[in-house]
């Protein structure tokens, strides 16, 4: 019995003595604290989180190796890297492994890199400016831009889903689009009013996103009725004024599509009394102003156009399905009396890249330097979603996971001679 126990006290012994560290002191603590990188003489930070490590800014578009500028991990642990190590950048993540100082616990790490193309649309032409009929630069050269409307930030319709900067970055780099529209739920289920700050946060990210991609962007209060919530809307656009005003990025679109009302007795005393408000703030980015019947009746807002504030102009929409070449000799007459127009919407047939009057309603556009936001950034089971159901929310998309509306935008926005 006493040989037993003392063999059995042995093997306890002598597994514990491999299992447990040498050194009972030792840390075991393998944590990655700091990763600082280096590209061209320039530092980039990244933000740890759990095994992910994320840049805190893209990469320049064309970044292929980086070097590191800065490693930090836990006190007695070891890293697989070191100073001036350098990383490849591509589309797998680096793995860095942290090893603790009792030689037994190990965490690994991921990282992963965004890419940007840093070139700015903004920088290159500043502020837009109305100059009697036509939008012009900070040249005074007369310009139009290309680019996509996101749907309806309200939550849970589904295309909030695609409010991320990373859309912004993919829109920019593959479409080649140079301005983006935050279109905000305003008074519908899940909008504005009843959710203020996730709604409110949607437009930030996407406004951010832009600020960084150096592009245009609209904030649009997405709303078929905001006559009824003038002090909402005020409120909302002192906000972004005060956030965004001194950002030449940014473009207020004051509301989306009122329906069928009195544009001089309803619409223009509310446009006034926001644009009032924006102007005691920012006093000089565009805003842009919605007309009666879907933003189709710019002829009424020819007819009495608002005179007390400068740089404005007045909202068109057209889905092609519906409207032709009646809209586009309304449109044309407005331009003629002096009208500046913003296409912040238009919508394609569907279902088609062979769509010839989007091709008629372009030629307009190119001709009259009219700037245009094609609906809609989502993948609802509708005619005019860019991506098929599914389409991720990060961009990267394959040729496969835009809709046929989706690739007759892209080629449009792509073709679009102002970049
Ligand atoms: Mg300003």
Known sequence: FFALLFLAALTLFSCEKESQP????????????????????????????????????????????????????????????????????????????????????KATYSLSFDLLDYTSIVEKHGLLQVDGNKIVDENNETVSFAGNSFFWSNNGWGGERYYTADVVRWLKLDWGTTIIRAAMGVDESGGYLEYKLPNKNKVKTLVDAAIDAGLYVIIDWHSHHAEDYTDEAIGFFEEMATLYGEYDNVIYEIYNEPLGISWSATLKPYAEAVIGAIRAIDPDNLIVVGTPEWSQRVDHAAADPITGYSNIAYTLHFYTVYHQQDLRDRATAALEAGLPLFVTEWGSIGYTQNDPETELWMDWCRTNNISHCNWAVNDKQEEWSILSPGGSTTGNWSDFDLTQAGLLARRIIRAWPEK
């Open 22 to 105: 040498m050194d009972t002191t030792a840390n075991s603590e393998a944590k990655l604290l700091q990763l600082d990188l280096l590209y061209t003489g320039s530092t980039f930070t990244t933000t740890i989180n759990g095994s992910d490590i994320t840049l805190n800014r893209p990469l320049p578009l064309g970044a292929d190796k980086v070097s590191i500028r800065a490693i930090a991990v836990s006190t007695g642990a070891t890293v697989d890297k070191k100073n001036n190590d350098e990383l490849l950048v591509g589309p797998n993540p680096v793995e860095i492994t942290v090893t603790a100082e009792d030689g037994l616990t």
